[in-house]
């Protein structure tokens, strides 16, 4: 059932992730352009469009769906709360990774075709990407080759994790009768999000000074946690609806 | 296909996320032991000085022998090193607001006011700092600006020449000036004596030994005879470089003389090497961007996609593959990261525009890289050392025992 519960959810969400795709090609398109404004004038707003429709589609699979419009047909399927919950956390991971992906690729082209990193609002990462490689040792780039490939496993962690904190603030101030729970949850999800966005460079550029390798076991960590953190909250989502799904 | 995804969507993402991975590592892998391989390579170069991040800049010194580095501070209180070809430091002082502007004389610099004025030696003011501008040239004689009045200046404070409210003066060679205003002079500060000249010149430069010449209008230029009338014809040029081995790179424009009442629409460009007697002995093909100056019987030619040399004769030696298309950063010679000319039988080149990102190498007489195009910045004096800046740091090279 877990397999039919992640297929019908991307289902949901397809409607708005494809603009969401649509939007993140088209600025990887842009990126080829070896012109500064091109990226700077058009590559932001469509980013912040894509950013919209990805919360649209977020929305539809982790609220519509569960107290909006769609919630009845949904009750009526053969879905337990474990499958429900599981299978809206792997498939809106699946696509916000995947989106986290195209966004990497566009920064690292960007990167390639224009003169420095400024045509692209990663910049920060990019350029803390390049200044750790420039400044490798021999000992370093082994490390560096087992942060990178571990890399994605992270950015997938730390994407399921989010998207688990959002589904299950969604439900519970819903449940603890508040009207404007999705609003709060949605105030949260993105302060959080902005801030470990802003706080996360920075930390960066405190640490990288020390070397490259204290960033391994740290990476593992955060990874251990994150996933730990996303089985606790889905958990806790899951005993929630139980009475509304395993009736 | 589409089935086998439905049915095993959690395994299909799982490969997905290890190839991912796997292509993470793999391509960090490789990018790290490149740059790691070409960190060894210019380890492994004859420095003398080897690359430091001690400083912030680092160029020649006023002896063969010896180079001066900046240190910069944000507060502005820089420091300036005086080292060996070892980098050994011979002498250290903190960067003052003078500037020697004569045998006895030092311009200073007043921060509060940002006005320049005159000391002597023991720190006597000679002139208060009311200048918005004050420059000496070595021969005893500067130009001022003072609050819009351009003037001529010895380094007692007298004032030999006064302009009136928008003139401009510009400083031609040893005690000449050239004095931009309604009727065009040259004023000889040693007979204090003024020679009116062509109006419509808009500055006059010296070109070579007893040569000048003169920006005219649509930004041309023409070469001056010693009472600074156009010489030989006037014919008109687009550039020019520096003279060397009797030979300058030129761009003239064709059919395109001074004394004519007008000039061709759009006239064509002939580009090459010029002798003193004004001949074109070196045609060059119509791409070319900048002909660097000819040393040791060998000139460095950019074109629009190639670096090429040529010999006094005129043949072709080599080309290499290049990408040029920022003319200005090469047109001055002298504000080059790297002049492309030959010393003791290698030149620092780079086949990209620099300000795009191109990076310096040294190449033999046979266009061979001795050293590959990894530096910011390669330069070079008559006494065999290089000046190298690699990523953050400075560092000194021999070519003395070759390669």
Not at chain 1, 96 to 114: D, M, Q, W
Request: one cysteine or more; glycine letters at 8%.
């Amino acid at each position: 059932m877990l397999n039919k519960s992640i297929l019908l959810n991307l289902q949901i969400g397809w409607k708005n992730f494809q603009i969401v795709f649509g939007l993140g090609l088209s600025v990887l398109l842009l990126s080829l352009l070896p012109n500064f404004f091109a990226g700077l004038i058009l590559q932001i707003p469509l980013m912040l469009i894509a950013t919209y429709f990805s919360y649209k589609g977020l929305y539809d699979m982790f609220w519509r769906s569960v107290f909006g419009e769609g919630s009845l047909t949904y009750m009526t399927l053969p879905f337990s709360a474990k499958d429900m919950v599981t299978g809206k956390i792997i498939a809106s991971t699946l696509y916000l990774f995947s989106y986290n992906i195209l966004f990497l690729v566009i920064i690292i082209l960007s990167t390639l075709t224009t003169s420095g990193p400024m045509a692209f609002p990663g910049l920060i990462f990019t350029e803390l990407f390049t200044t750790s490689l420039a400044q490798i040792n021999t000992n370093d780039a082994i490390f560096l080759t087992l942060i990178a490939a571990l890399l994605p496993l992270v950015v997938l962690a730390s994407q399921a994790s989010i998207n688990a904190l959002l589904l299950m603030l969604m439900v519970q101030l819903n449940l603890k009768g508040n009207g404007k729970g999705r609003l709060w949850a949605f105030i949260i999800f993105f302060g959080l999000n902005y801030g470990i966005n802003q706080v996360s460079p920075i930390l960066l550029q405190r640490l990288l000074p020390k070397g490259i390798w204290p960033f391994l076991p740290l990476e593992i960590t955060l990874m251990v946690l994150l996933a730990a953190g996303t089985a606790i909250m889905s958990r806790i989502t899951e005993n929630s609806l139980k009475y509304r799904y395993n009736g | 296909m589409k089935h086998f995804i439905k049915v095993h969507i959690l395994l299909c993402f799982g490969v997905c996320v290890l190839l991912l991975c796997l292509l993470a590592g793999t391509g960090t892998y490789i990018i790290s032991n490149k740059i790691l391989r070409e960190a060894a390579e210019v380890k492994s170069l004859p420095w003398t000085m080897p690359l430091t991040a001690t400083y912030h800049y680092l160029d020649f010194g006023q002896n063969p022998d010896e180079f001066t580095a900046v240190v910069y501070d944000e507060e502005d209180n820089d420091t300036e090193y005086t080292l060996d070809i070892h980098g050994t430091v011979l002498h250290k002082e903190a960067s003052s607001n003078r500037v020697e502007a004569g045998t006895n004389a030092y311009r200073f610099y007043d921060k509060e006011t940002s006005l320049y004025g005159l000391v002597d030696k023991k720190g006597n003011t000679i002139l208060p700092a009311q200048f918005s501008a004050l420059d000496f040239y070595g021969s005893g004689y500067g130009s001022g600006e003072k609050e819009g009045v351009s003037m001529i200046l010895d380094t007692k404070g007298n004032i030999l020449f006064k302009g009136e409210i928008g003139d401009e003066i510009l400083h031609v060679t040893g005690a000449l000036y050239f004095v931009n205003s309604h009727d065009n002079t040259i004023f000889d500060c040693e007979t204090g004596e003024s020679l009116p000249i062509d109006n419509r010149y808009h500055a006059v430069w010296p070109a070579a030994e007893g040569q000048y010449y003169a920006i005219t209008e649509n930004d041309n230029m023409v070469f001056l005879d010693d009472d600074f009338r156009p010489a030989g014809d006037g014919e008109l040029y687009n550039k020019f470089g520096v003279r060397s081995q009797g030979l300058r790179y030129v761009e003239k424009l064709k059919d395109a003389y001074y004394s004519a009442d007008s000039l061709p629409e759009s006239p064509t460009l002939e580009k090459g090497y010029m002798d003193e007697s004004g001949n074109m002995v070196i045609t060059l093909p119509r791409n070319t961007l900048y002909g660097f100056r000819f040393s040791e019987d060998k000139a460095i030619v950019i074109t629009s996609n190639a670096l090429k040399c040529y010999n006094l004769q005129g043949k072709e030696l080599f080309s290499l593959k290049g990408d040029f298309d920022n003319t200005d950063i090469l047109s001055m010679e002298t504000e080059t990261p790297g002049e492309m000319c030959y010393t003791e039988g290698y030149a620092p080149v780079c086949l990209e525009d620099y300000g795009e990102g191109g990076k310096f190498g040294l190449i033999d007489t046979k266009g061979r890289f001795v050293i590959k195009p990894v530096f910011h910045e390669l330069r070079h004096n008559s006494n065999g050392y290089l000046i190298a800046a690699y990523k953050d740091s400075y560092g000194i090279l021999t070519v003395k025992e070759g390669f």
